[in-house]
């Protein structure tokens, strides 16, 4: 297990880019970059509750929100998978990852707010994202600042 981390500077408050990371519909969108049709099952993005990160054909990856304050910082700690609606938080497959982490860290200097992601990633999979983010992150840039 690796870590890795990406980073944008955004022209608009960070609680304008919260809200695209967050609102249902805007996660949506910037999500896209990993899979079209992503989407999120969450109890309003509660510190301490579960949360599935699913596709449209309900596969995807349950979690815990490990740390949720608003405008500044959200982390997520990844459990295990969900496929066919079933969830798997015990396979050796999934002992392999259990446990890594996703942060995303706020933080504005005069109306510029950078957004930071780490995240634990294994080797596997490590391309994918190393691909995916940035894509993600200019939708995120884009939406935040309106250029849709």
Same mark, same amino acid.
């Given at each position: ?11 608009? &408050? ?119 983010? &940035? ?14």
């Amino acid at each position: 297990m690796q870590r890795i981390n990406f980073s944008i500077s955004i022209n608009a &408050p960070k609680e304008k880019v919260w809200q695209v990371l967050w609102n249902d519909s805007s996660y949506r969108q910037w999500t896209s970059a990993f899979s079209e049709g992503s989407y999120v099952v969450t109890d309003n993005w509660k510190e301490g509750t579960k949360i599935l990160f699913l596709s449209p054909g309900g596969s995807g990856m349950v979690s815990t929100v490990a740390a949720n304050r608003a405008n500044e910082y959200m982390s997520f700690k990844h459990l295990g998978e969900v496929k066919d609606g079933v969830e798997d938080t015990t396979s050796e497959k999934i002992k392999e990852w259990a446990g890594s982490t996703e942060n995303y860290t706020l933080t504005e200097t005069g109306g510029v707010t950078e957004l930071s992601i780490d995240m634990d990633i294994t080797d596997e999979f490590k391309d994918m994202f190393m691909d995916m983010w &940035p894509k993600a992150l200019k939708l995120v840039k884009d939406l935040s600042e309106n250029k849709n």
